[in-house]
């Protein structure tokens, strides 16, 4: 089955600082790469994703690009600001029934 | 408007209780899903329904059985209820045919 690393677990950034997290997949068939900002006490909530079709998807501050070749992706995000702090998950889907595999997490944390 | 909502958001018990989690969906999606968040925030999918047929069921005990009466709704139920079940759960629905998946405010279930 898929299997989704993901780092680093922690990342603390200065606010104005740019924000990279790195996930790697295993299965060559996982077509679609989502990934998920949840705050404390919250859901996850979608941010932004990416397909297989596509090497770059930019929303805002927010950025995921994707090499196919060699199985990984990744969430960028410029300018970040305090909101920004939350735990991010990347997450990967092989089969047609929508069956996520997530990576471990990263805490992000901004300080001004 | 709540999008994907769920009942209740604390749950304490026993051990060996039986007890169930409800959620329901206003967004016209046809798939539900659960997922178990453990204590180090790690996301893994339990079950998912499509059209209240069930389509994912992973290695989960046959102490938890979901129930789909429609399809804007997927419960929980969970007997004889252990100490390692304690987790947040998690409910997220999407639209047939397409893989964003959108999640609840989860339930926070404490099992003493």
């Known amino acids: 089955g898929e299997n989704v690393e993901q780092h680093p677990s922690t990342l603390s950034v200065q606010e104005g600082d740019s924000a990279v997290i790195k996930c790697t997949y295993s299965?060559?068939?996982?077509?679609?790469f989502p990934w998920y900002k949840q705050e404390l006490g919250k859901g996850p909530q979608l941010i932004i994703d990416?397909?297989?079709?596509?090497g770059e998807k930019k929303d805002q501050r927010i950025a995921v690009t994707l090499n196919k070749t060699a199985k990984h992706f990744s969430l960028h995000i410029t300018e970040t600001q305090p909101e920004d702090s939350a735990v991010y998950f990347c997450?990967?889907?092989?089969?047609?029934?929508?069956?996520?595999?997530f990576g471990a997490g990263t805490q992000v944390v901004v300080t001004p | 408007d709540t999008a994907v909502s769920q009942t209740p958001k604390y749950l304490v018990t026993q051990m060996g209780n039986d007890k169930s989690i409800k959620c329901e969906q206003n967004?016209?999606?046809?798939?539900m899903y659960w997922y178990k968040q453990d204590s180090k925030k790690f996301l893994k999918i339990m079950f998912s329904?499509?059209?209240?047929?069930?389509?994912i069921n992973e290695t989960v005990p046959n102490r938890f059985s979901p129930k789909s009466p429609d399809k804007a709704h997927l419960n929980l139920h969970i007997n004889s209820l252990e100490l390692g079940d304690s987790a947040v759960y998690f409910c997220?629905?999407?639209?047939?045919?397409?893989?964003?998946?959108?999640f609840g405010p989860g339930t926070r279930l404490t099992v003493t």
């Open positions: 997220a629905s999407s639209p047939a045919g397409i893989y964003e998946q959108y």
């Open positions: 299965d060559s068939a996982s077509n679609y």
């Open positions: 990416i397909r297989s079709n596509v």
């Open positions: 997450a990967a889907i092989t089969d047609s029934w929508g069956k996520l595999q």
């Open positions: 967004l016209g999606h046809d798939t």
């Open positions: 329904y499509n059209n209240k047929e069930l389509i």
